[in-house]
């Protein structure tokens, strides 16, 4: 079913079935943690125990894998859950990561990943030259976060894969910003694609999940025993939730990714504003590779106020439609102060406001920026 598909349809029908029992079109929720055993003693049905395997969740991992063009994916409790999965399975060798990463998962490779003996080197993965300058013979994985956090830059998929050819250097990539519908990583030479599907794949701010996703590749592998042997399985409820989100997935992303560059373009009109980092903008640094790797530019955007820290949270205080909050993907717009949120060690600019661009019409997000912009306004 999945090679004959688009992606809206896939969304919805990659792992749907009507109920053979009862004819029920929605999907039904199992909330049973334990399996009935055959009378041989076997498990006909696939299932046994909650963290080995669940119908939900099963259900959740065959839509994720076919949007993502994946044989496998693997479903967790969160995307901080998926990223460890992908960095445990590289045991001591060296990992390459995006610089510009979310701050929890910088945090992650530095405060626990290298405690396991494994070496990581933080760069620019925007720049072939940087990342060929860190490659090691011991190197394993290349983490690659794009469009990236807070400063929405762009890795080049394609050349990145072609850098590391033959060198048996896994290339992952953190896709959550992007979503499975803007940009398919696998499709471009990744081997391996991250979610935190407490973003857009959620996409309702009310459910946290992560994913990994593959195609026949050894850490789908590694990072299903360290699922099953760690124990950080989502919810039977959490997956249904997710399931039911995913059929939405393709409106709200095109939706979300639409506000976006309108309030890009607005953003960039005006005298409070010094710098919009959207790769939808041509002025972007790399707004060509985007264009050519995404189907959209995604629905974050972050914009840096005539002012320092100050000025910015000003602006935070003054919103009445956006909320303040972090995270990002639901339906509702959120501003927020990165540096501020990240703490000393961040290197968020502190003029910076991210904005997560909800389904709100367009023109009440622009009018409610507008009125907080006239807070600092000279
Ligand atoms: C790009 C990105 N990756 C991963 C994560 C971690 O996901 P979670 O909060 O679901 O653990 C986040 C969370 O904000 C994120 O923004």
């Known amino acids: 079913m999945t090679k004959r598909f688009r992606t809206e349809t896939l969304a919805l029908h990659a792992s749907r079935k009507v109920d053979p029992v009862t004819g029920a079109v929605s999907p039904p929720l199992y909330l049973s943690t334990t399996f009935q055993r055959d009378a041989d003693g076997g498990y006909s049905t696939g299932f046994e125990y909650i963290r080995d395997g669940h119908p939900n969740r099963e259900m959740l991992e065959r839509t994720l894998a076919a949007l993502e063009f994946g044989t496998d994916a693997i479903a967790f409790s969160s995307g901080t859950a998926a990223s460890l999965a992908v960095f445990q399975s590289i045991g001591r060798g060296h990992i390459i990561a995006t610089h510009d990463a979310y701050h929890g998962t910088l945090h992650q490779l530095a405060d626990l990943v290298a405690g396991w003996g494994t070496e990581i080197s933080f760069v620019d993965t925007t720049s072939l030259a940087e ?82 996703v593959g195609r026949d590749h050894p850490i789908l592998e590694s990072a299903r025993n360290y699922l099953v042997r760690a124990g950080a399985v989502p919810s039977a409820f959490d997956c249904w939730l997710m399931q039911r989100s995913i059929a939405t997935l393709p409106l709200r992303a095109r939706l979300h990714a639409e506000n976006a560059l309108a309030l890009a373009h607005f953003l960039d009109q005006h005298d409070s504003v010094t710098q919009v980092d959207y790769p939808g903008l041509s002025t972007h640094p790399d707004h060509t590779v985007a264009a050519r790797q995404m189907n959209g530019f995604g629905g974050v955007l972050s914009f840096r106020v005539n002012g320092g820290e100050a000025e910015a949270m000003r602006v935070a205080a003054c919103v009445r439609l956006f909320i303040r909050a972090t995270s990002l993907g639901g339906v509702e717009s959120l501003i927020e102060h990165r540096a501020s949120v990240e703490g000393p060690d961040s290197h968020a600019p502190a003029n910076l406001l991210r904005l997560s661009v909800g389904i709100e019409n367009v023109d009440d997000l622009i009018t409610d920026l507008s009125h907080a912009l006239d807070a600092i306004s000279s």
């Open 131 to 212: 990342v060929t300058h860190a490659i090691r013979d011991d190197t394993r994985l290349l983490w690659i976060e794009t469009p990236s956090n807070p400063l929405l830059r762009v890795s080049d998929i394609a050349a990145l894969h072609e850098l590391i050819h033959g060198r048996n250097i896994a290339l992952a990539v953190d896709n959550t910003i992007a979503t499975p519908i803007m940009q398919q990583p696998l499709a471009l030479g990744a081997d391996i694609v991250v979610h935190s599907s407490t973003k857009y794949i959620g996409g309702h701010s009310d459910v946290a999940g992560g994913v990994v």
